[in-house]
Every structure is written in C-alpha cells, then in structure tokens.
C-alpha cells in the first residue's frame, strides 16, 4: 500500500468518473428533459470520434479544431434526428427506444461499409510524468478537468439562465410551461441537440485514447447506461455526478483488482441492487427526501 | 360541538383508521385522522377540494405510504400491506377518474376482474346482480373505452364487486352523472348495503348524500370536522353544508 | 355448430390474437400438412434451411408474449438464446458417454436460461421500475456476456473437457439425441423436431394468452395500477412471463446448436440482441401469428442477404426497423390484416344492405 500505489488508485478513480460524466451525461440530459432514451447515443460518440481523427488526418486541422467540429457537427446532427424522428415519439419510450436503436444500426452498420472497419487513429498528446514507479497520462487528467466542467457549464445553465428555466418548467409540467407560453418543442429540439453535441464531445476527447473502429460506441454504452439507470432522469446534473462518483468508487477497484470485466459485471450488479430499492435512481431519491423535509418542517 | 351518533362500538368494526398522517412536500393532506366504521354501515366523506378525502382513500387501499398511523382492517393492522394483498383480503376502491381496461371489452373486464382472490369460480350472485341493475349485461362484447361516461363508472363499480369485497370504497362515484343517473346510482349503492356490505362514499354532490346517508363525516384540511347522524332535514347536514359553502367561497 | 361451443374451441378463438373461425384454422390445418409432409418432396438441403429459419420462431413468439402482451420490451432474449446455447455445448461435450447426456443437456440450458431471467426478474419486477430500465439493462448484459465470451480463448478457458473457444466460440457441439433418434442438422427428424415444437409452441402460446391468466397479463400492459388494485402480485405475474419467455429463447438455443453443431460470442451481442426485436416490430407485437411470420420471413431474408451481400443485411435490418417504427408502429402484418379485415367488414355491410 504505498503512496504511489494510492495515488495511482485515485488516478484511476478520477479517470473512470470522467469517463462516466462524459459517456453519460448527454444521455441523462435528453433523458430527463425530453423523456427518451436514445440508443444511438454510442453511434453519436462514434461520429464525433469519426469527425475528429477525419479532421485531424486528412486536413490536418489543430486537434482542438477538430474537436470543436465534432461537437457541433453531433450537435446538428442530433437537432435532425429529433425534428424527424424523436418527435414522433414524445409519449412513447419503448418505441423511442427501438426506432434509435434501428438508427444506431443504420449508423454504425453504414460507417462500417463507408469507411471500413479501422482507420488510423489521432496520436495521444504524451504528457506523461511518473511518480513512485506508477506513471500517469497528463491527457486523461485533463480530461477530467474537461469532464467537471462541463458538468459545471451544464449546471450553470439549467439553474441560472432563462433557456434553463424555461427547461426545467418543462421538465416539471409540460402542459403547464406551454400554457405559459414556452416553445415546448424549440426546447426538446436544443435539449435533443445539447446531449448529441456531448456525446460528439465525448468521442473526440477520447478519440486520441482508443482505436477508431464503427462499433467503438459500444464502450461507451454499457456504462453510460448503467449510470444513467442509478442516476435517474429526474435531475441529470445531480444525477450524473453522484451515479459517476457511486459507479467509479466500486468499479476502480474492482478492475484494478480483478480485471475489466469484472469491473463492469460489478457496475451490471450494483445498477440491479440500486433500482431494487430506488427505483427513480439516486436523483428521484434525493427529490422524495427532499420533499420529506419539506412535510416535516411544514408541520 | 360534536354530535355523537351511534356508540361506535355497536357491530364489529370493519374499519379503524387511527392517528393517520400523510403529507406530500410542504401540504399535509392527513392530519392525525381517526376515524372507524363499523361492519354493514354506509358513509359518507364530505368536505371541500383538497380536504384529504382522496388522500385518505389511497391510504386506506395501499396507493400512498402514511407518514404516521395506522389502519386496521376487520381488525387486523393492514398498514404495511401491499395494495394486491389488501383487495386479497376484502378492500377494494373504485376510483376518482375511471380506470377500466379501455381496449378491452366489458366482459374481458370483468374476467380479469373476477380471478385474482381464488375464489371458485361459481356464481358472484352479488355482481351478477349489479350487472343486471345497472344495465351492463347487454353491452358486455362493447370495447368499455366506447361506454358513455356513466356506464363507465358503473362498470368499475362492478370490477371491485368482481373481488368479492367486503369493504367497498367508492370515489365520487356520480361525478359526471345526470340527476336521473345520481338517483339510479344512490338507489344502487343503498340496495348493496342492504345486502351487507360496508360502504364508505367519498362524493360532493349534496343531493347524492342527502339521499343515502346514514351518517356522515366532514373533512377539512385533513381533519375530522363533524360527524353525525343524518336524515334529510338533519342538522348536521345543514350544518355540514354551511360550514362546506363557506370554505369553499 | 355444436362443436364450437365448447371451451377449447372458444379458448383458441379468443380474442387476443389474429384469425379466428373455421376458415382460419383450415388454411392454418392446411399449412401444418403441408409442412409435414414436405420431406416427401425437398431435398435435403430445402429441409434443413427451412428447419433453420422455423428453429427461431419459440424465441421470436416469447418476444412478442413479453413485449405485445405484457407491454415489457427485452434486449436479452438473445442472451438467453446463447447462455442455453452455451450451457447445452458444456454438458453435452462433457457427458459425451451417458445415452441421455443431451437430454440432461437441453435441461440445462434452459435450466440456466431461466435461472438468469429469474435473478434479473426479481431485481426490476419487484422494484417496480420504469419500462425503459429493462431494455438497457438487458443490454448492457448482452454487452457483457459477449464481450466477457469472446476473449475465452485458450486452453485455460474450459469446462471439464470442453472449451469456451473465445471469439470462435465453441465447436463440435453434439446434437440433440433421444433414445435412437439423432437431430442432427441435416436430418428429417431435426426437420419434424422443429415443425413440432414450433407448432406445440404457437398453439399453446394461443391458449395461454386467451385464458384468463392471458388476460391479466394484457391487463398488465394496458394499466398496472388497476391490476394491482383488482388484487393481482403483478410483480410476480410478470417475473412468471419473463421468465417462459426466456425459456422459449433457450428452447430455440438449443434446437440451434443441434442443427449447427457449434455457438459463438456473437449469438449473444448487440446485434443479436436486435434481431428478435426486429422481427416482432415488423410483424406485429400485439400477434402471435404475426411474430410467427415475420420472423420465419425475415430468417429467410437475412440468409439471402448473406449469399448475395452479406455486408449489407445489419444495415438493411436497421433501415427496416426505423421505417417499421415510423411508419407502421403495430407492424406490417398486423397493420395488413387490419385493413383486410376492415375491408371486408365493409363489403359485408354492404352485401346486407344490396340484399335488403
């Protein structure tokens, strides 16, 4: 148990808690503002990964570049799917589900035969520094710096801008925001393209981590949806942060003790035990204690 | 000023609610409710919207949790029973806004209705004649979604007859009604208390009380305000419609 | 006349599924001949495609009881499918000496099919959790299990004497015997094998979601409130249909590793995942005979594909899903036979009104 081996640890766990913000975060927006779960959302990581290296290689743009072109491009993307599919789909879930589902396969399946199953992939920036024998990324740190604040950008805008109101009013009573006069559907059009942009965000920041292979969304999905299904719909900010936090703290040990795939069977576990009990995930449980409090002090 | 009406030990007691409490967020819907009802008695809940009248009947069948209190069914505590295990043991409630298995037709309604307690599958004599009165047989192959308003609160009244209940819990059983409707439903509800089932009716149609009270409660702000006795001319009626009229202006 | 009074015939003419009445169950009758006596007339290859396609029609109908009649949509059935796959494989080969080692075999991987779907029941049953929770979790699980199955290469990868075989999965699987009777693949008692159980498992689907407990199991779907509130452990009910339904893909699991001999990770992925969620979507959930259809169909389609452009089919199912969904949400057949029926309903109407 030496320092450099703590250390690492808390590497590794500040790493899986970016990677779960980042992979999980636009998909809990979507799903909690417009109440559909997107089963494209790996296929959207893929593309923005897509996008980057594409930049990147063939027009040897600057990464950031490509970066930022990834994002908006997911983004425009998403704002389509929903204006010509997600609409139809509204009070719907199931069906959501395997309509983006069938959009997944024509995305993933279309990539493989356009441009092959592998290309090149972008170099890793090598800020490497080590420390008591363990050596750590600089790039991986700096993504969680990315991750959080991203997750800061997001919160600041649902609590503290007006388009963040008018969300959560939709979010809260749907019916009642449009009698107020909120354009119900511009929002789910720019929540819709807000959680595309992240997931297009996602795959270029890793891109420069992984192979970039069509089916590389599928890396992504598994945790995300593990940590979209503890953290619940009901707040994504909070949701997120405390499902990724939860996650990483039994995952980081688990696979740096016995392996990946244990790893995540104890993520599958610890997301069947969760729902058992807090069926609304951990954010609906925040909200019932919170309204507890509320009837208590009431009295 | 309370009015006593008739001791209330006389008869088994079907229901005892006692000390109930229930709050959502910041409003406390049941406050410290006590409240019995014994076996074969027919009542009435009055009191204004949000008074607690609903509230209190999705305690009693198992829809909310209460903060505090409990309930005791034929005397056995019920509190921390599931909602299914409750209708197992003779509870059942027809509720505010109908909730009948739309897409399927009348009798497919009733089929489900009829299976869950095991009973053998002879004749529910009781529901058959419910069915008959209330003029459901000849529409029974009729999609329930395509029953006019009435007929459809009629036909959730007879799926909680289908569980054989012994305490039936009726949710503003006439909202909706015509006069005509009001009076063949009043007619209904007292002719299936003659035959011995306990009924306890949540309603605000004034008319509909006056004609088959025996007793009645007030509720307001999740509270017991009056109880009493009633006949048509009956003080504790004028004054539980005052005391209703005045909150609710 | 007398004959349709009585229960069974009333039962199977209910009306939670597609056809009904004598026609119906003549063309149904004559089909099932057909197909009984086509070994008289096909080669050898005919029959075992044909086994093939009809082999996955018991997962196809679990599909379509869980999700069209209960309202729960599985990403897991092709798990299910695999872990009963793959369980045969491990007794199978290891009990290669005992007469009935397949049989005990076949026990034992929908034994095991069933044991996973329980497990996973009780946990999102009885926590009474949103609908959409299920299809990802389920997922995720197909995610795991094939991710976790293709890297079991090697020889340390093993049960007893048989190995995990990693991404080319397992091979030399042994087929289903019973007593003197070998199923294997290219055989015509493999072919009436499945004809059998494919018919065995319509029919009694079609019994099953006609009688009362079918009822309560639509009644499930159309409002879970009030079926708990007419006294029913709905949770439990449900845990009941998930589980048969996991049961029926394990039985097409094993019938598809006695015709194939072999099983890999694939048959337990994502895109494995999808298939049975194709097939339902496009036939029609809400009927049995229609899941029946679409999916000994689109078998069909996608083992055409595979010859002439293999590349193609995951894409084309996509494209088939997406427009299913958007344009005919009750599925093809279905939709179809609605029209058909309707159609007809009017020229009855005004046949009586051009007699009267």
Known sequence: MSLGYLISLLYQYLDN????????LGLMIILGVVNVINLAHGELIMMGAYI????????????????????????????????????????DKLGALVATWGISLILSQGTLLVLGPSMESVSLPSWTFSYGGYSFGGYRLLLFVIAIVVVLIAGWTFYYTRLGVRTRATMQNADMARALGIDTRRIYLLTFGAGSALAGLTGAL??????????????????????????????????????????????TPLSSALGTFIGRIGLLIAALVVIRFLPRGISGYLQDIRYRHMARVAS | MTIRGPAETDGVLALRVKDLTKSFGGIRAVDHLNLTLTQGELRC?????????????????????PDAGHILFKGEDITNLQPFQRVRKGLCQKFQTTRIYRALTVAQNLLIAGG????????????????????????SEVPSGELSHSQQQWLEICLALATEPDLLLLDEPTAGMTPEETELTAQFVINLNRQGLTVLVVEHDMAFVRYIAQRVTVLHYGRILRRGASTKSSRIMRCAVSIWESVES | MARQDTGLWRVLNGPQELGRGRVFWCLFAFVALGLLAYPAVGSVFALSNLANFCLYVPLGLGLALLWGYNGVLSFGQGAFFAIAGYVYGIIAGNLTEMPAGTLLAAIGGIAASIAVAGAFGYFVFYGQVSNWIIPLLLLVLSLILETFMAQTAGYQWRVGSVLLGGYNGMTSVPSLEIGPADFGGASIAFYYLVIAVMLIAYLGLRLLVNSHYGHVVTGIRDD?????????????????????????????????????????????????????????????RSSLLAVLLSTVTLRWLADTLAVKGGEYAFLIMGILLLVTMLFFPAGIVVTLARRFSSRKRVLGKLKERGAG
């Not at chain 1, 808690?17 to 999980?24: N, P, Y």
């Not at chain 3, 845990?239 to 337990?268: C, D, E, H, K, T």
């Not at chain 3, 994502?270 to 029609?284: E, M, N, Q, R, S």
């Open chain 2, 116 to 139: 869950a307690r095991r009973l053998s599958r002879t004749k529910n004599g009781r529901l058959s004649w419910a069915i008959n009165t209330l003029g459901l047989d000849s529409e």
């Open chain 1, 52 to 91: 980057t290296t594409i930049a990147y290689n063939r027009a040897h743009l600057p990464l950031a570049l490509c970066m930022i072109l990834s994002t908006i491009g997911v983004g425009l993307f998403g704002m389509l799917l929903e204006r010509f599919v997600i609409r139809r789909f509204y009070n």
């Open chain 3, 224 to 284: 879970v409130e009030r079926t708990r509130m007419l006294g029913y452990n709905v949770a439990r009910i449900q845990i009941q249909v998930f589980v048969l339904a996991a049961a029926l893909a394990g039985l097409s699991g094993i019938l598809y590793v006695s015709w194939g001999n072999y099983i890999n990770p694939s048959s337990m992925g994502l895109l494995a995942a999808t298939l049975p969620v194709i097939w339902t979507a496009v036939g029609g």
């Open chain 1, 206 to 251: 890793y891109a420069p981590t992984t192979t970039i292979v069509p089916l590389m969304g599928n890396q992504f999905v598994d945790v995300a949806f593990i940590t979209v299904v503890i953290g619940g719909g009901t707040n994504p900010i909070v949701g997120a942060l405390t499902s990724a936090a939860l996650l990483s703290l039994i995952s």
């Open chain 2, 45 to 65: 809940l009055i009191g204004p919207n949000g008074a607690g009248k609903s509230t209190l009947f999705g305690l009693i069948s198992g829809l909310h949790r």
């Open chain 1, 17 to 24: 808690i970016a990677f779960l913000l980042l992979a999980a």
